[in-house]
C-alpha cells in the first residue's frame, strides 16, 4: 500500500530535488569532482528516501557512508601508521598532478553528510539517535556559516558555498518529513537533545581551540626551521672566517710570499671544509692575484688580474686590507667569475715591520653558498629562495604543491644581510599536522550521540516504568473491586439480604456438616399473623420486623451453639448440634420468649409472636428430609394449637 503523501512529503521532496539539481550544476562546474561526488550521492539517496524507496536509499546510502568514514579516517590515522605522503601518492596515481585534498570533501562536509546519512540509514528513528544527527548536521553548518574556518588554514575545513546551500536544503527536507512522527516522543527527545547538543557544541569549540593551537604550534616550527637554518649558516660562515683569520697568520710568520704549490696545500683542506668559497686567493701589495686554491678553470682564469683594476666594487675592502691592515669585506658584488657574491679581505703582516704585506682573499660563491643550504633540505620538504634585496640569489623548487605559509629568515653575513625565504610544501605540512584535534572532535560526537541513546533509552524507561506502575496500581484496584464483588456475590449466594441470616443454601450446608452429631436437633419457627401485619402496616413495616426477629433468633441460638437462618418469607430454622428434644425445645421456647418481649406490636397493638416446631435425630445416618418433615408437622401443630407455642414433634427419629 502506498504511503499517504502530505503536504509536508511534498515540500520535503520539493527540498531535496533542488538540493539535487544544486549538486548537479556544482559538480558540472566545480574542478574538484572527486570532492563533490559524495554530496551528489547523498542527495539521490535522499530523494530516493523521500520518494519512499527506503532499500534503495540504504543501498546507496552503504557506499558513501564507506566513503565518508574513509576520508574521515585519512584525517585520523596517525603519521607513523599511514604516512599522508603515500595517500597523496595513490591520489597522484589516481589522477595525475591530484594530491588527497582533492579527493576528499573538507572535514565538516564530510561529517555533515555522514550525519545526514546515518539519519536516514536510521530512518529518522528518534530512538535511534536521528534528531541529534540532524542537529550536529545543523552546527557543524552553523561553524561553517559563521566562516570561523575562512581564515588560511592548512586544510580546506568549510564547503563551498553552494555545497553548504545544498547540505541546508537536505537538513530542512529530512526535518520537515520527520517532525511528525517525532511528536510521539518528544519530550524523550527533549530530555536527551539539549544534553547532548551542549556536548556537541563543546566538543567543536574543544576541537576548534585544540586545530588553531595545533597550526600555530606547526606554524611556528616550520618557521623555525628556516630560521634554524639560516642561524647555522651565520654561524658556520662565522666560524669560517676564524679559520681563515688562522690560516691568514700562517703566512705572517715568512716574509717570502708563497710560491703554488705551497698555497695549494695549505689551502686544500680550509677549501675542502667550506665548499661555497669559490677560492682562497693570494692577493700581493699591488692587489693581483697570485695564487687561487682550488686551480680549476675559472680560477686558473682570474689568476694575474689586478684587483684595483678589474675589480672596481671590491676596492675599497682591497684597499683596507692592503694599504689600512685591517679586514675589509665586500658589499654582495659580482665576482671576477661572474656570480654575485662577498669578498673577505684579511691582510697578511711583514713579521718584522707589522706593516700589511699581501692579503688572503676569500670569495663566497652566494650560489654556492645557497646550494650549500638548498642541500641541506628536500624539495619534497620545502621550497627555498635566497635573495639580496629584491635581486633572487638561487631558488629551489619543491617537488610538490606548496602549502599556504611562507616565511621570511634573515642571514646575517657580517653586516650583509640575505633574505632567505622558506615554503613548506603542503604534504610536508599535512603529515607534520596533529591528528589530536579531529580524533577528539570525532570521540566528542560519537560520545554524544552514546550520551543521546542512553539519556533517551532512560527517560523511555521511566516513561514505560511510570506506566507500567500505573497499569499496576488500576489492575490492583480492579482486583480488589472483584474480589470485594465475588466476596459479596458468595455471601449473597449463601445469605439473606434483607436480614443478613444464612440462607436455607448455607443451612442445607451446615446441617450436612453436623450430619456426624448425635443428638442433632432441627427448629422451624414461623411468625403469626404476619400477612395480616403486612397488610396493616405495610411491606416495609413488615420487612423491618422480620430484621428484627432475625437478630433476635440469632443471639439466642448462637448462644446456644447453633445456626439460625431464613428458610424463605416469614420462615425462620435453626440446627442445633449436640441438642437432644429436651434441650432442643428449651431453645426455641428461649426464642420464642425473646421474640414475644421485643415489644413488637401488630396494628391493633397485639404483640407479634412466633410458633416454632422441634424435630430431633438421636440415631442413624442424617435424614435431612424427615427431620424438616417431623419439624414441619410440630410447627403446624403448634399453629393449629393457637399460634405462640413451641410442638415438639412426636417422636425423636
Ligand atoms: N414484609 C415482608 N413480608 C413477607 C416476606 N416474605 C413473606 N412475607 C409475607 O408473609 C406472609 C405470610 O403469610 P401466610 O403464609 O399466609 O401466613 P400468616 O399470615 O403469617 O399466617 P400464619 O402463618 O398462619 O400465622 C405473606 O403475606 C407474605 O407476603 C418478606 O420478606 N417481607
Not at 530512518?123 to 553548518?141: K, N, Y
Not at 444464612?502 to 443428638?519: I, S, Y
Amino acid at each position: 500500500m502506498m504511503p499517504r503523501v502530505t503536504h509536508i512529503d511534498r515540500l520535503a521532496l520539493l527540498l531535496a530535488l533542488l538540493s539535487l539539481v544544486m549538486t548537479t550544476s556544482s559538480v558540472a562546474s566545480t574542478s574538484s569532482l572527486p570532492g563533490t561526488l559524495p554530496i551528489l550521492a547523498a542527495s539521490l539517496a535522499q530523494l530516493a528516501w523521500h520518494e519512499h524507496r527506503p532499500r534503495l536509499a540504504r543501498l546507496m546510502l552503504m557506499p558513501i557512508l564507506l566513503i565518508l568514514g574513509l576520508c574521515l579516517a585519512s584525517h585520523l590515522i596517525p603519521e607513523y601508521w599511514l604516512a599522508h605522503a603515500s595517500l597523496d601518492r595513490l591520489a597522484d596515481y589516481l589522477s595525475p598532478g591530484s594530491l588527497l585534498v582533492d579527493w576528499r570533501p573538507p572535514l565538516l562536509i564530510t561529517l555533515c553528510l555522514g550525519t545526514l546519512c546515518l539519519s536516514l540509514l536510521v530512518r529518522t528513528r528518534a530512538s535511534l539517535g536521528a534528531p541529534l544527527l540532524l542537529g550536529m548536521t545543523g552546527m557543524l553548518l552553523v561553524v561553517q556559516l559563521i566562516g570561523w574556518n575562512t581564515r588560511p588554514t592548512l586544510l580546506p575545513l568549510a564547503g563551498a558555498p553552494l555545497e553548504q546551500a545544498v547540505l541546508w536544503l537536505l537538513l530542512v527536507a529530512q526535518l520537515a518529513r520527520v517532525s511528525v512522527g517525532w511528536r510521539v516522543t518528544r519530550p524523550s527527545i527533549q530530555r536527551a537533545l539539549w544534553p547532548s547538543l551542549a556536548l556537541t557544541l563543546l566538543t567543536i569549540l574543544f576541537w576548534h581551540q585544540q586545530m588553531t593551537l595545533s597550526e600555530r604550534e606547526l606554524r611556528t616550527q616550520t618557521q623555525q626551521q628556516g630560521q634554524r637554518m639560516a642561524e647555522q649558516l651565520s654561524r658556520e660562515i662565522d666560524e669560517h672566517l676564524a679559520a681563515m683569520r688562522r690560516f691568514t697568520h700562517i703566512w705572517r710568520l715568512t716574509d717570502t710570499p708563497p710560491n703554488a704549490a705551497q698555497w695549494q696545500r695549505q689551502a686544500a683542506p680550509y677549501q675542502q671544509d667550506f665548499r661555497y668559497f669559490l677560492n682562497i686567493a693570494y692577493i700581493d701589495a699591488d692587489s693581483r692575484i697570485l695564487h687561487a686554491h682550488p686551480l680549476n678553470a675559472v680560477n686558473r682564469g682570474i689568476i694575474g688580474s689586478r684587483l684595483y683594476d678589474d675589480q672596481p666594487a671590491g676596492r675599497p675592502a682591497v684597499r683596507a686590507a692592503l694599504e689600512e691592515g685591517r679586514e675589509g669585506r665586500t658589499d654582495i658584488i659580482t665576482l671576477l667569475q661572474g656570480v654575485p657574491g662577498i669578498i673577505h679581505y684579511l691582510p697578511i703582516f711583514h713579521a718584522d715591520t707589522e706593516q700589511p704585506a699581501a692579503a688572503v682573499a676569500m670569495v663566497v660563491s652566494l650560489p654556492v653558498l645557497a646550494d650549500t643550504l638548498f642541500t641541506r633540505t628536500s624539495p619534497d620538504e620545502l621550497a627555498l629562495t635566497l635573495r639580496a634585496g629584491q635581486e633572487l640569489i638561487a631558488h629551489q623548487p619543491a617537488t610538490s604543491r606548496l602549502g599556504p605559509w611562507q616565511y621570511e629568515t634573515s642571514l646575517a653575513l657580517e653586516s650583509e644581510t640575505l633574505a632567505l625565504i622558506t615554503q613548506p610544501t603542503l604534504a610536508q605540512l599535512l603529515g607534520q599536522l596533529p591528528r589530536l584535534p579531529v580524533v577528539s572532535l570525532a570521540i566528542g560526537l560519537v560520545l554524544a550521540t552514546l550520551l543521546y541513546l542512553a539519556l533517551f533509552a532512560h527517560h523511555q524507561m521511566i516513561t514505560q516504568h511510570h506506566s507500567v506502575t500505573r497499569s499496576n496500581r488500576e489492575l490492583r484496584t480492579e482486583v480488589r473491586e472483584r474480589t470485594r464483588l465475588q466476596q459479596e456475590i458468595e455471601w449473597l449466594a449463601g445469605h439473606d439480604e434483607l436480614t443478613s441470616l444464612p440462607n436455607r443454601r448455607t443451612f442445607m450446608k451446615a446441617l450436612e456438616r453436623h450430619a456426624d452429631q448425635r443428638p442433632l436437633s432441627l427448629l422451624l419457627c414461623d411468625i403469626d399473623h404476619f400477612k395480616r401485619l403486612n397488610d396493616q402496616l405495610g411491606h416495609l413495616e413488615g420487612d423491618r420486623h422480620l430484621t428484627d426477629i432475625a437478630k433476635c433468633g440469632r443471639k439466642v441460638v448462637e448462644r446456644a451453639g447453633g445456626l439460625f437462618a431464613r428458610f424463605g418469607g416469614e420462615e425462620f430454622v435453626a440446627c442445633l448440634p449436640c441438642h437432644d428434644h429436651q434441650q432442643a425445645s428449651r431453645v426455641a421456647e428461649s426464642l420464642r420468649q425473646a421474640v414475644e418481649g421485643l415489644g413488637l406490636t401488630h396494628a391493633d397493638g397485639t404483640p407479634l409472636t412466633i410458633s416454632a416446631g422441634v424435630a430431633t435425630q438421636v440415631t442413624g445416618p442424617l435424614q435431612t428430609d424427615a427431620l424438616l418433615r417431623a419439624a414441619d408437622e410440630a410447627l403446624y401443630a403448634a399453629k393449629s394449637a393457637g399460634r405462640n407455642q413451641v410442638v415438639l414433634a412426636g417422636m425423636s427419629i
